[in-house]
Each structure stands twice: as C-alpha cells, then as structure tokens.
C-alpha cells in the first residue's frame, strides 16, 4: 500500500480530502488537538474529543492490515454505523463518524499505478524548426 486517502464527507472539514503517504506514516491520530494529523475545528465539530481515534497500517505476508481505535473519547467512533468497543479492522471504502452526530469520513488505501516496462512517450516539435534564424 502506497497511500492512505481521508475523505471528509461531513462536519466542517466537509469536501476535503487528506494524502497521507505510508512511507511517512505507519499511524495517523485524528481529534481537535493540534498535534493530531488529522485535525477537526474545536468550535464547530465539538462531539469529537482532543484526542479522538487513531488508524494504523502495517504490511503483512501476503498483504496489508489497518486498525480503527477509539482513544477513550467522549462521543464514541462509529464504523459503518456502528460503534466500535477495541481496535477494530478497516478496510478502502469503509465509513468512519467520530461521535453519533459528528463528523463522517471515508477511508482509501491505494497503490500507486505501476509504470509499463516501455512507456510511451510523445516528442514534441522543436519550436526553432518552424521560424526562421
């Protein structure tokens, strides 16, 4: 797995989408407090906690696994609509809320596409070619 996509589907954060490469990070924390990397508006999404939920990723044999943790908070984190009780796996296209009312993301993992042995390449015309010197 390359990359790890966050898309904001609700709260005030609504319409952003987050790039998070995994040869940067192997875990990214989401909640109000600024050193979270994925951080919310304390004033407009208030059902998540400072310190809300946290996913991780790891390459397996023959794979990739990732976990959803709710970090003790206040309101809860929800998984395809239901709350989570321990670390809990995830996978592309789930749906995250952290609270009943608050935020809601979706969750990506991709590869980058690979490049074909040969690819194919355009030339471009000189510019020169066409005017006299």
Same mark, same amino acid.
């Given at each position: 797995?390359?990359?790890v996509i966050i898309v904001h589907l609700?709260?005030?954060?609504?319409?952003?989408?987050e790039i998070y490469p995994?040869?940067?990070?192997?875990m990214i924390r989401?909640?109000?407090?600024?050193?979270?990397?994925v951080r919310f508006d304390p004033l407009l999404d208030d059902w998540v906690s400072r310190n809300h939920a946290s996913i991780e990723w790891a390459e397996v044999e023959g794979g990739f696994s990732?976990?959803?943790?709710?970090l003790l908070s206040s309101n809860g984190t929800l998984l395809n609509g239901r709350? =989570? %009780?321990?670390p809990s796996p995830i996978v592309s296209g789930d749906r995250i809320q952290l609270g009943?009312?608050?935020?809601?993301?979706? =969750? %990506?993992?991709e590869a980058q596409a690979e490049l074909p042995d040969n690819p194919v390449t355009a030339t471009m015309p000189r510019l020169d070619s066409d005017f006299p010197h």
């Open positions: 797995m390359d990359r609700s709260g005030s954060r609504s319409g952003a989408i995994c040869a940067r990070y192997d989401l909640g109000r407090d600024p050193a979270c990397e990732a976990t959803l943790t709710d709350r =989570i %009780r321990g009943r009312h608050g935020p809601e993301l979706q =969750i %990506r993992f």
